[in-house]
C-alpha cells in the first residue's frame, strides 16, 4: 500500500489521542488525526456533561505544557481540595492537599471540556491533518512504512501509525493483538446532581457491599456521580422517576451533603478491566483504552492514557534525535517497557480494591477497616498515597512536569 505520507497517523481524536496529536505537532512532526464523530463545539452555559474525569497533577501539566489548559479553564473545571473515603458503620480516611503543601488535589473537568479545548488547539497546528470523520477499514504493518486504508478508499503511510481510538479499538482488532480482562458485573450509572449542602470542594466516595459510589464535585452545589453497583440495580437507578433517585442517593450518602437532586439525564456504563497482551507491533502503538480499561472508581483511566501518550512522545523524540525509525520494535520496546508494567499495576490495585471492598465477609472488613484506621493516623503513609495519584511520583515524563 502507498498514498499521502505523513510522520504518524493517530487513530481516534478523544482525550489521549487529542493530545498525543498536540504533542507531537509541536515537536514538528507531521501528523493526521483520523476521527470518526465530530466532537461538540458548543452548549448551554447551564448544561453539565454527565462524562467528567477527575484529573491528576501530571494531567495538569501535559495539558499545560500542551497550550490547551487556558481552553479549559475558560470554559469549566472546579479544583478540589479534600477527598473524604468511607465505609458506612466503619472507619474514613480524610485526604487533604494541605498536607502535601498543594493548593488542591486536583480538578474534576467535564470530558467534553477536555476535548474541545485540544480540539482548539490541535486546529491552530499546521503540521496537523484532520481527517473528521473518518475511520479506517485496513492496516498494513511494517517497521518501515505501516499503512492504513480509509473508509473512503484512500490509502496513508506513516513511520508509526497509533491506536488512540478506546476501549474498542478497531485498530488494534485489525493488527490482531488480543486483550485479557473480565467483565465486572457492575455498571456505573453517572449523572449530575445538586447538593443542600453544597460541594466543599470534596470528593467523596463511600464503599458499599455493591461497589462504590462517588460525589466529584463541580460548580458551587453540583456534584457528578459514579454509581457503581450491580447491572440489575443500576437499571432500577435508571428507571425510577426522579423523586425515588433523588431518595436512595441522599440515603446512600448517610444524608452527608444534605438533600440530594438529579439534574438532567442518567448515563449507565457497563465496567470491564482490560488488557492488551501486547502494546506494540512492527509500525504500531497503543495508547490510553486501547491498550487498558480500569474500573473507574479511582478515577485513574485518562490520567494513565495520557501518561502513555508523554511517554511515547520522549521515545519518539529520543528515536528521531539518533535517526532510528520510529515505527521499529527496538524503538517501541522503550515505550511498552516503561507503560506497561505501571498500568497493569494500577490496574491490579484498583481490582483488589474493588472486590475487597465488595466484599462482606467479616474478615475482610476487619482488614478494610484496619487499613483505612492506619492510613488515617499514617501522614507518610496518607502523602504516598496522595502523590501515587497526583501521578508525580517517580520517572515522569517530561510532559508531565510542571513547566518551569
Ligand atoms: C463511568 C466512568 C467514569 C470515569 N471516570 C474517570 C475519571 O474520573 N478519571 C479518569 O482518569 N478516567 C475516568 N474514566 C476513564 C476514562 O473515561 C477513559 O480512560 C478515557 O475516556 C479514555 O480516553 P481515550 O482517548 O483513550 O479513549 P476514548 O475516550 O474512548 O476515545 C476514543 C476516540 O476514538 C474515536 N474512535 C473510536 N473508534 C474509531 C475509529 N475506528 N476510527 C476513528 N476514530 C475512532 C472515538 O470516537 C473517540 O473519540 C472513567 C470511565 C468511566 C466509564
Redesign the pocket.
Known amino acids: 500500500m502507498t498514498g499521502a505520507y505523513t510522520d504518524i497517523i493517530i ?7 487529542a493530545a498525543l496529536a498536540c504533542a507531537l505537532a509541536e515537536r514538528d512532526f507531521t501528523v493526521t488525526l ?4 465530530e466532537p461538540r463545539e458548543t452548549w448551554p452555559a447551564d448544561s453539565y456533561d454527565i ?5 491528576s497533577h501530571a494531567s495538569r501539566n501535559i495539558f499545560a505544557n500542551l497550550q490547551a489548559w487556558p481552553g479549559m479553564v475558560k470554559r469549566r473545571i472546579t479544583p478540589y481540595e479534600h477527598m473524604l473515603v468511607w465505609e458506612s458503620g466503619g472507619a474514613q480516611v480524610h485526604f487533604d492537599a494541605a498536607d502535601i503543601g498543594e493548593p488542591n488535589l486536583g480538578h474534576i473537568i467535564e ?1 467534553r471540556v477536555i476535548q474541545i479545548a485540544l480540539w482548539e488547539q490541535m486546529q491552530s497546528l499546521n503540521n496537523i491533518e484532520l481527517l473528521c470523520p ?3 477499514s485496513g492496516l498494513n504493518l511494517s517497521e518501515e512504512s505501516p499503512a492504513v486504508v480509509l473508509n473512503d478508499g484512500s490509502h496513508r503511510t506513516a513511520s508509526l501509525i497509533v491506536a ?8 488494534r482488532e485489525l493488527a490482531g493483538i488480543p486483550t485479557g480482562g473480565w467483565d465486572y458485573d457492575q455498571t ?1 450509572v ?1 449523572c449530575t446532581v445538586q447538593a443542600e449542602r453544597g460541594n466543599q470542594s470534596t470528593c467523596w466516595q463511600r464503599f458499599m457491599p455493591n461497589g462504590p459510589l462517588a460525589w ?1 464535585p463541580m460548580d458551587d452545589d453540583l456534584f457528578s456521580i ?1 454509581w457503581s453497583t450491580t447491572p440489575e440495580q443500576a437499571q432500577e437507578l435508571m428507571d425510577m422517576p426522579a423523586d425515588d433517585f433523588d431518595s436512595a442517593l441522599t440515603n446512600a450518602s448517610e444524608e452527608r451533603l444534605g438533600a440530594l437532586r438529579l439534574m438532567g439525564e442518567r448515563g449507565a ?1 457497563p ?1 470491564r478491566l482490560q488488557h492488551a497482551k501486547k502494546y506494540i507491533k512492527p509500525g504500531l502503538a497503543l ?4 491498550a487498558h ?1 480500569i474500573h ?1 472508581l479511582a ?5 494513565l ?1 495520557l501518561l502513555d501518550m508523554a511517554e511515547l512522545v520522549d521515545v519518539l523524540g529520543r528515536a528521531r534525535d539518533r535517526n532510528q525509525p520510529l515505527g521499529a520494535l527496538q524503538t517501541l520496546r522503550r515505550y511498552e517497557r516503561a507503560r506497561k508494567g505501571e498500568n497493569i499495576a494500577m490496574q491490579g490495585s484498583m481490582d483488589l480494591f474493588k472486590r475487597t471492598f465488595s466484599s462482606s465477609l467479616p474478615p475482610l472488613k476487619l482488614l478494610r477497616n484496619l487499613g483505612m484506621g492506619l492510613t488515617e493516623r499514617l501522614p507518610p503513609v496518607k502523602n504516598l498515597l496522595i502523590r501515587n495519584a497526583a501521578g508525580t511520583l517517580g520517572n515522569t515524563p517530561t510532559l508531565a512536569k510542571k513547566a518551569p
Open positions: 487513530a481516534g481524536g478523544g482525550m489521549v489521542g483520523l476521527e470518526r464523530r462524562r467528567v474525569s477527575a484529573i470530558n473518518a475511520s479506517i488512540a481510538d478506546g476501549g474498542r479499538s478497531s485498530l456505573a453517572v466529584l459514579v456504563f465496567l495508547v490510553g483504552d486501547a480499561v473507574p478515577g485513574q483511566g485518562v490520567n492514557g
